[in-house]
């Protein structure tokens, strides 16, 4: 049967969207962004204990005593584990992708109840939107919105606006018909029949949509944290890309916290506004079966609170410091201006990325860095949603992306080099010295050989060149993973003792630490060993001349590399700058080297 070629047709239109749509995708982009640049600035802008006093007081209002103290109790937590700018993050890029998709779905839901033609048009779309892979969303999300806060929006209330249909339906659906009908024969027109008879008591239902929508909404944002979101969802994404069990755990909590709060909080919502949930309430309240643990205060005391803890945030002056001059010296070249550098989670562009961070932030520029995976990252720089990145290998293991996005990138040159990529395996393994002595020998590696990211172009390499060279395909499966998850096989098997068969390549601190062969390559399917490139957005040299010069000048030793790699491995998670000042003091005269100005190096020799 002849290939349907349905992902052709697919990209096709895609290209054609980009090509002619590309109008209205900036202009959701710009209606996204203001979005979320405002909610974040809310809750971002009082002190974290302030804002959880007023999560709590509205906890109390909604359940109750109890709820109200685990409600600060929790969110306190998040602060102590300073998750509470990510988590802030978090909370509005949901609360913005839930209030665009209940704009969307309560309409939609009610007009489907309404009409067996559009719920039976709708029903299949909703069908496919649950059970299409979270992931496959993102990848028209890039390519329509770039990378950052509106792709993981839009891609966050498209994958949770199912549930609000369907339960907005569902709620008006399951309503009487006698009511309805009695309604109609007193001559209610079908618009308050809607608003006064069937949308009050589908309520209910209606906020167990909400409460679905709000609920995946949280949990696409972790998916969408590789397209560049940031907060708790970048955190858990930093975590998986290094392997680090104790922050993936740290964010998880994070998540965790807010997603019981707004399940508690939503429901409780749901029975306050509800009819019948008024009257139960109203009947406790008469029989006098309220316990103190269950007390709740009035909404004017509710709201009296929650404005009483907003004007002691103002009265502290936590809404943010005034903004001050920069102060003016010889080496405050960037005057503040923002530079945006993704890097892949691969350890010398972990170094090198936060290397020029504090090179760059010692020469007065703002620096953001975002962590991604190759492809992201590439579409990232291409587009110009990042400035630069300092980790392309080329012409070999990147050539796929260079390939796709060249004429769109500007390389500022090798800063290092020769790499080298191949397979490894621990020195105790006899008898495989070389990539043909695997033929054969799969039972004793269990028939896999550990690989890194499945976007990393050695991997590409390895299935399409590699093993057809040898003779190695069908033979062995290459498990697609990360770096991380690579290196914690390889040193679970060393631990053992066992035979393991990892990718690799050179340089690579695994080489210090385990005693492990290079296995050699005597038909040269690797090719030859690759540079190490900084890649800049088109214009980014021209816009910024002083800094395309210092990165085209730039260049490390092998030694240089290494010990800057050990020296961040050895601070751990969330200490890679501290790492890098304490390795540039261990090194002095680098910082004017490789971001010379005039008038620095008299400074450095005067502090000296």
Do not use: C
């Not at 945006?340 to 989670?345: A, R, S, T």
């Not at 190490?532 to 395309?548: I, Q, W």
């Amino acid at each position: 049967m002849p290939r349907l070629r349905l992902g052709d047709w697919v990209d096709s239109g895609v290209d054609w969207l980009v090509a002619h749509m590309g109008w209205l995708f900036d202009a959701i982009k710009a209606v996204v962004e203001g979005m979320y640049d405002g909610v974040n600035a809310v809750l971002t802008a009082p002190e974290p204990l302030l804002l959880a006093g007023i999560f709590a007081v509205l906890a109390w209002w909604l359940r109750g005593l109890v709820a109200g103290v685990l409600g600060f109790a929790g969110f306190a937590l998040v602060d102590s584990l300073d998750l509470w700018d990510r988590a802030m993050s978090t909370l509005a890029l949901v609360l913005v992708a839930t209030v665009i998709a209940l704009v969307i779905s309560i309409p939609l839901g009610i007009w489907a109840a309404r009409s067996k033609a559009v719920s039976a048009a709708v029903r299949p779309v909703l069908d496919l939107l649950q059970t299409m892979p979270s992931m496959v969303l993102l990848i028209p999300a890039i390519l329509f919105f770039g990378l950052g806060t509106a792709a993981g929006v839009i891609a966050t209330l498209i994958f949770a606006l199912a549930p609000g249909v369907r339960m907005t339906e569902l709620g008006i659906r399951q309503v009487d018909a006698e009511l309805v009908e009695a309604a109609e024969a007193f001559g209610t027109t079908p618009r308050d029949t809607l608003l006064r008879v069937q949308l009050p008591l589908a309520l209910p239902t209606i906020m167990a949509g909400i409460n679905q929508v709000i609920m995946l909404s949280l949990s696409m944002v972790v998916i969408a944290g590789m397209v560049g979101t940031g907060g708790l969802g970048g955190a858990v994404n930093e975590a998986i890309g290094q392997l680090d069990i104790g922050f993936g755990f740290e964010a998880g909590v994070g998540i965790v916290v807010l997603a019981i709060y707004l399940d508690r909080i939503t429901g409780a919502l749901g029975a306050q506004i509800s009819p019948l949930g008024r009257r139960t309430a109203a009947k406790a309240r008469a029989a006098g079966g309220t316990k103190v643990w269950n007390h709740r205060p009035r909404p004017v005391v509710a709201v009296a609170g929650v404005a009483v803890l907003a004007l002691v945030a103002g009265g502290m002056g936590v809404f943010g410091p005034t903004a001050g001059t920069a102060e003016a010296s010889a080496t405050n070249v960037g005057k503040g201006k923002e530079i945006k550098l993704g890097y892949i989670p691969w350890d010398e562009g972990i170094a090198s990325t936060y290397l020029w961070k504090e090179l760059l932030e010692q020469r007065g520029f703002k620096v953001t860095t975002t962590q991604y995976a190759a492809g992201p990252l590439y579409t990232g720089v291409a587009t110009g949603q990042l400035d630069f990145q300092t980790d392309a290998w080329l012409p070999t293991t990147h050539a796929e992306y260079w390939k796709k996005y060249g004429n769109q990138l500007e390389d500022l040159g090798s800063w290092y080099g020769p790499t080298s990529l191949e397979l490894s395996v621990p020195s105790y393994v006899k008898g495989v010295d070389t990539l043909e002595d695997l033929k054969g020998n799969a039972a004793k590696f269990k028939g896999k050989i550990i690989g890194i990211e499945p976007s990393a172009g050695m991997m590409g390499m390895l299935k399409d060149k590699v093993l057809k060279e040898y003779g190695l395909e069908g033979e062995y499966e290459v498990v697609d993973g990360s770096t991380p998850a690579m290196l914690a096989e390889l040193k679970r098997a060393y631990a053992k003792k066992e035979p393991v068969v990892v990718t690799l390549w050179s340089p690579h601190w695994a080489y210090s630490d385990y005693d492990l062969k290079k296995l050699k390559d005597p038909k040269g399917a690797w090719g030859k060993g690759d540079g190490v490139h900084t890649l800049a957005r088109k214009g980014f040299a021209a816009d910024n001349p002083e800094v395309g010069k210092w990165l085209k000048d730039f260049s490390m030793t092998e030694q240089q590399l290494t010990g800057l790699e050990s020296q961040i491995t050895k601070a751990g998670k969330g200490k890679e700058q501290d790492a890098v000042r304490t390795w540039l003091k261990q090194n002095p005269g680098l910082l004017d080297k490789w971001a010379p100005v005039a008038g620095s190096e008299q400074k450095s020799q005067a502090a000296g």
